[in-house]
């Protein structure tokens, strides 16, 4: 008993050791009628299928899973893994060891267990993280805990997004380019009155596609992130006293400081004026500024 009671103090030692808390299983694909009998460990995994399929045992049901699923097992949860007696399957799994207990509730969306399909484009991204953690895992960077966590969290995050994507179709990788190219249309040229015909114009398509496909990729209406952006500008601007509220507003292409300010109070909830009043610290003259 004593033996034991040491072992585990120097098991709960190794806890907590950073990058190694962390855990990048990608080996090569296992073969037909492989399994491997329902086990239990204190790492919490995320899992997913890369190629072909397998069946999951998770207590006493079995589930199927297939290329472009993923699968959120919380620690302690007893799972096995076995293939079909014709095909194999390749799984990518990431291990952890902590999470806090809100973000392993919102991944349980199939208690016990967590469950996510992705897309192609989601499995590429989902896949380029791990790479990045696994580099992070085996390296010796300055700040490698923070940048495990860091993209452990991406990884969640997009997991979690599939939820709020719902059934809508994805960008095509041609669609998703056109749409890159119009954030940086936008990102650089924010300062002009532009118009999103213009934009859509210029990426190759009809005003209203594009609307739908900029809406589906970044969750907002195009003309919605342009007016956010310039109102997330102003606010550098406006902390800044030789800055007068009109000369903000025509800066940053507003057609009139009443058009600007009501949209920064529709997206602040504040005026400009109040907004640099609660932000800015500044001497009693500053604040006796007009129009």
């Known amino acids: 008993m004593v033996q034991i009671a040491i072992e585990l103090k120097k098991i709960d030692v190794l806890k907590g050791r950073g990058v190694q808390d962390y855990a990048i299983i990608n080996d090569p694909p296992f073969p037909a009628n492989w399994q491997v009998s329902p086990h239990r460990h204190s790492q919490m995994e995320i899992g997913l ?4 399929s397998c069946t999951i045992q998770v207590g006493s049901e079995r589930r199927y899973f297939e290329r472009g699923d993923v699968f959120f097992f919380p620690a302690r ?3 096995g893994f076995a293939t079909g007696s014709s095909q194999g399957v390749e799984i990518v799994v990431v291990q952890f060891t902590e999470l806090e207990e809100s973000l392993t509730k919102q991944l349980m969306n199939l208690p016990p267990i967590g469950f996510f399909k992705l897309t192609d484009l989601e499995i590429s991204v989902f896949l380029d993280l791990c790479y990045r953690l696994q580099r992070e895992i085996v390296g010796s960077l300055p700040f490698a805990e923070m940048q495990c966590r860091a993209l452990l969290e991406q990884i969640i995050v997009l997991l979690l997004r599939t939820s709020s994507r719902g059934d809508l179709p994805y960008l095509i990788p ?3 380019h056109a749409i890159e190219k119009a954030l940086q249309i936008i990102h650089l040229r ?4 532009l118009r999103i015909g213009e934009i859509a114009t210029e990426v190759g398509f009809s005003s209203q596609h594009f609307r739908e496909l900029f809406k589906r990729y970044v969750g907002v209406s195009p003309k919605k992130y342009l007016t956010t952006l310039k109102i997330q500008r102003s606010k550098c601007l406006l902390l800044h006293k030789e800055y007068s509220v009109t000369d903000v507003a025509y800066h940053l292409g507003f057609s009139s400081p009443q058009q600007f300010s ?3 109070r529709k997206t602040i909830g504040l005026s400009p004026l109040l907004w640099r009043r609660a932000y800015m610290l500044q001497d009693e003259s500053a604040l006796s500024e007009k129009y």
Not at 49 to 52: A, D, L
Not at 190 to 193: M, S
């Open 49 to 52: 299928v890369k190629s072909e």
């Open 77 to 79: 949860l007893a799972h």
């Open 174 to 176: 041609q669609q998703q």
């Open 190 to 193: 924010n300062q002009d009155n």
């Open 262 to 264: 009501k949209a920064f």
